[in-house]
């Protein structure tokens, strides 16, 4: 006669029970990380213009093709063109080869032959900007790089390491190392 001491058999039974309904439910952890990482939205030949609370437009993004991660809602642009727009008549307008959105439109990073463009008005000179990254808040106005830029306003091309500009006020502060010459008519 066989005895079988059940006392040992109990625990590991429970626990070949607690494995088995952990592994089940395990995959759909692993489907949903797949599927936050892959796009929910596709689109292409986009135009989208957010307004504030009087109906003026805010910012406007243009792209040929724009991809949504669920993570983070985060947002892919390729060769995409922001305009935000200010107090003053004339808006900036930055264009680069990519950009990523994340938080909505909370945070826009931008890398590679970045350009920002601004016509003149009655505050601030016409200005061109060129840097290889920029970070930019449309909601605070505010862009910023830790990278070399290129700054170009009439008669007058500065070089810098860095850059922080309040797009509101047109007030553009250079971090370090600016060198700046003067070029009659270079815009």
């Given at each position: 006669?066989?005895?079988?001491?059940?006392?040992?058999?109990?625990?590991?039974?429970?626990?070949?029970?607690?494995?088995?309904?952990?592994?089940?439910?395990?995959?759909?952890?692993?489907?949903?990380?797949?599927?936050?990482?892959?796009?929910?939205?596709?689109?292409?030949?986009?135009?989208?213009?957010?307004?504030?609370?009087?109906?003026?437009?805010?910012?406007?993004?243009?792209?040929?093709?724009?991809?949504?991660?669920?993570?983070?809602?985060?947002?892919?642009?390729?060769?995409?063109?922001?305009?935000?727009?200010?107090?003053?008549?004339?808006?900036?307008?930055?264009?680069?080869?990519?950009?990523?959105?994340?938080?909505?439109?909370?945070?826009?990073?931008?890398?590679?032959?970045?350009?920002i463009q601004h016509t003149g008005d009655t505050s601030t000179p016409t200005t061109l900007?060129?840097?290889?990254?920029?970070?930019?808040?449309?909601?605070?106005?505010?862009?910023?790089?830790?990278?070399?830029?290129?700054?170009?306003?009439?008669?007058i091309v500065v070089k810098s390491i860095g850059m922080y500009a309040d797009m509101d006020s047109g007030n553009i502060?250079?971090?370090?190392?600016?060198?700046?010459?003067?070029?009659?008519?270079?815009?």
């Amino acid at each position: 006669m066989i005895r079988v001491n059940f006392n040992y058999i109990t625990p590991i039974l429970i626990s070949l029970i607690v494995l088995t309904f952990a592994l089940m439910y395990r995959p759909s952890t692993v489907t949903d990380s797949i599927r936050s990482s892959l796009p929910d939205a596709i689109m292409e030949d986009v135009v989208s213009v957010a307004y504030d609370k009087q109906g003026k437009p805010r910012i406007k993004i243009a792209t040929p093709r724009m991809v949504h991660y669920l993570d983070n809602d985060a947002t892919d642009l390729t060769t995409p063109e922001v305009t935000l727009y200010r107090k003053s008549p004339q808006p900036w307008r930055i264009t680069s080869q990519y950009a990523k959105a994340t938080d909505g439109a909370n945070k826009v990073d931008f890398w590679e032959n970045v350009i920002i463009q601004h016509t003149g008005d009655t505050s601030t000179p016409t200005t061109l900007i060129k840097t290889p990254t920029l970070t930019v808040h449309p909601e605070l106005q505010t862009a910023q790089t830790e990278d070399p830029i290129t700054l170009i306003q009439p008669s007058i091309v500065v070089k810098s390491i860095g850059m922080y500009a309040d797009m509101d006020s047109g007030n553009i502060k250079l971090l370090s190392e600016a060198v700046g010459e003067y070029v009659p008519d270079k815009m």
